[in-house]
């Protein structure tokens, strides 16, 4: 599988999707939209992948939205920009993505559909479209040195691809006006402390930290557990509690009769490693 602006491999279970500009600090492209698309329908597809990792070439994550992209719209109509957005959400359907209805059908809101976690592992510099991204996966770890920032009041823009929606579940409302509003650099420390990141790793060996966190994920723990997982969080927020009670029960029930649950139980007994086969 060719790409031009970012690179794609499988290893020990774990697909790693790396955004290849280091020179641009991986700014955002349409080119590179695409990209990211194929390469997380590819991992979709892929039994042999359990857990998708993004991150980015160099020293940055993503420093958002490239700015002569930023400036050629200036130039355009609402209609040409609409129609551009349409073509690239319509793009490389995901191979059994979770159904959580049209609100996860946008540019980026597609990731909570793709049946397996996905981890931002945030290597750096991280603004604007590259903040938005982090906040659609559904881990993020981030490097001691790495930092954050909406960027969007600072450019004319506003709160952009449902981050009005994602921020604030994450941090809390106060919060998230905050960090919109301001635009400020975030560290990797506070992210941590206001619940914008799950952890904070050394630098030095960051990747390697990542690859560790990912590869318990792929080895240790159940492939159907984590997708039924990931589906019952995200709709959580379009449901009351006592749905969310029938749902769980329902689920679990099924678990019963899965090949994940008896090895599950098989492996537990044995005091062996698990070999879950995700079914």
């Given at each position: 599988m060719a790409f031009e602006q970012?690179?794609?491999?499988?290893?020990?279970?774990?697909?790693?999707?790396?955004?290849?500009?280091?020179?641009?600090?991986n700014?955002?492209?349409?080119?590179?939209?695409?990209?990211?698309r194929r390469a997380m329908a590819a991992a979709a597809a892929d039994a042999a992948v359990r857990v998708i990792v993004l991150t980015g070439s160099g020293r940055g994550f993503c420093a958002g939205a490239d700015m002569s992209v930023l400036s050629g719209l200036a130039g355009t109509t609402a209609?040409?920009?609409?129609?551009?957005?349409?073509?690239?959400?319509?793009?490389?359907?995901i191979p059994g993505a979770l159904e959580l209805g049209d609100d996860f059908s946008g540019r980026l809101a597609y990731f909570p559909t793709i049946p397996k976690p996905v981890i931002a592992a945030i290597n750096g510099p991280t603004a604007g479209l590259g903040f938005v991204l982090t906040l659609f996966a559904d881990l993020r770890l981030a490097a001691a040195d790495a930092f954050l920032t909406t960027a969007f009041s600072r450019r004319g823009l506003i709160a952009e691809h449902g981050i009005d929606w994602m921020l604030p579940r994450l941090v809390g409302l106060g919060a998230a006006f905050d960090l919109l509003l301001s635009a400020r650099r975030v560290g990797a420390e506070e992210a941590l402390a206001m619940g914008l990141v799950n952890a904070v790793y050394a630098a030095d060996g960051f990747r390697d930290q990542v690859r560790a966190y990912a590869g318990e994920l792929a080895t240790?723990?159940?492939?159907?557990?984590?997708?039924?997982?990931?589906?019952?969080?995200?709709?959580?927020?379009?449901?009351?509690?006592?749905?969310?009670?029938?749902?769980?029960?329902?689920?679990?029930?099924?678990?019963?009769?899965s090949e994940d649950f008896r090895e599950g139980v098989a492996h537990f007994r044995d005091g062996r490693a698990p070999a879950f086969t995700g079914r």
């Open positions: 970012i690179t794609y491999g499988v290893d020990a279970h774990i697909a790693t999707v790396t955004l290849n500009r280091p020179d641009k600090l700014a955002w492209t349409p080119v590179m939209e695409r990209e990211v209609a040409e920009r609409a129609e551009a957005a349409r073509r690239i959400a319509a793009a490389a359907p240790a723990v159940s492939p159907r557990s984590m997708r039924v997982m990931k589906r019952q969080l995200y709709l959580s927020g379009a449901r009351g509690l006592g749905e969310a009670v029938r749902s769980g029960d329902q689920e679990m029930l099924a678990s019963f009769d």
